[in-house]
């Protein structure tokens, strides 16, 4: 098992940027492909990018792409994501998970990420 707290997230205006981080604690962090997922208001979990465990490949859902960077310090158990241009249809609670599609594995509690207009 590995524990995950997500933190990072805010209040910004749109066009605006944040970085939002997942410490991970337990098991060996490395071992791990990691991804965020988001969850606005009213609507299902949506993932929204992950890397693999070197950091060497990352992938990223077409509504972020060219705007959110995922990123992983394996030496500091530290999952990143930088998200840049916003918009305030990126508000939402920000999820840290392990794990690969149809097998992810441990969450974290979320960061709330609001963008105002």
């Known amino acids: 098992q590995v524990q995950l707290v997500e933190s990072g997230g805010g209040l910004v205006q749109a066009g605006g940027s944040l970085r939002l981080s997942c410490l991970a604690s337990?098991?060996?962090?490395?071992?791990?492909?990691m991804n965020w997922f988001r969850q606005a208001p009213g609507k299902e979990r949506e993932w929204v990018a992950r890397?693999?465990?070197?950091?060497?490949?990352?992938y990223y859902a077409d509504s972020v792409k060219d705007r959110f960077t995922i990123s992983r310090d394996n030496a500091k158990n530290t999952l990143f994501l930088q998200m840049n241009s916003l918009k305030p249809e990126d508000t939402a609670v920000y999820y840290c998970?392990?794990?690969?599609?149809?097998?992810?594995?441990?969450w974290g509690q979320g960061t709330q990420v609001t963008v105002s207009s």
């Open positions: 998970a392990t794990g690969i599609p149809g097998a992810y594995g441990n």
């Open positions: 337990g098991r060996s962090f490395s071992t791990y492909s």
């Open positions: 890397i693999i465990r070197s950091g060497g490949s990352t």
